[in-house]
């Protein structure tokens, strides 16, 4: 009876041991893989945000560049037509291409079709940018 009451103490004090281990490591395993998701969150947070901003700041340029049409503002236009035609729809980006040849021919028409054009185009980026906010976690 005594080997028994010996063996059976023994097995709870290996298990006594082994148990905070296994719970140790569980728990750093389960950490690392909450860490890796909040990394992949934030950046694809950083993504959206920076999706958005090029987008603004190419909508806020177009508007500048219709209202006070200066090489200043056609300078401006250019850079953030680059940061903003990979986020756009092709449809979005085909007509800001059109836009974009016009300006670079300093060919502003003073017709209200381009200006419709143009209105147009800027609600479509902004509704783009509503959906996209949407998406932010």
């Given at each position: ?40 969150d ?50 979005q ?44 976690i």
């Amino acid at each position: 009876m005594e080997d028994i009451t010996i063996t059976i103490t023994t097995v709870i004090a290996i298990i006594s041991l082994i148990s905070p281990i296994i719970t140790t490591l569980l728990n750093n395993h389960y950490q690392l893989k909450i860490k890796r998701l909040e990394a992949m969150d934030k950046r694809y947070n950083d993504l959206i945000l920076y999706k958005i901003n090029a987008l603004q700041s190419y909508c806020q340029s177009l508007s500048k560049i219709i209202i006070y049409p200066n090489e200043e503002s056609f300078i401006e236009y250019g850079k953030d037509f680059g940061k903003a035609i990979i986020y756009m729809t092709e449809e979005q980006a085909k007509i800001a291409t059109e836009i974009y040849k016009k300006f670079q021919k300093r060919k502003l028409d003073e017709n209200s079709d381009f200006s419709d054009v143009c209105c147009t185009h800027l609600l479509e980026i902004k509704n783009q940018i509503a959906i996209l906010e949407t998406k932010q976690i």
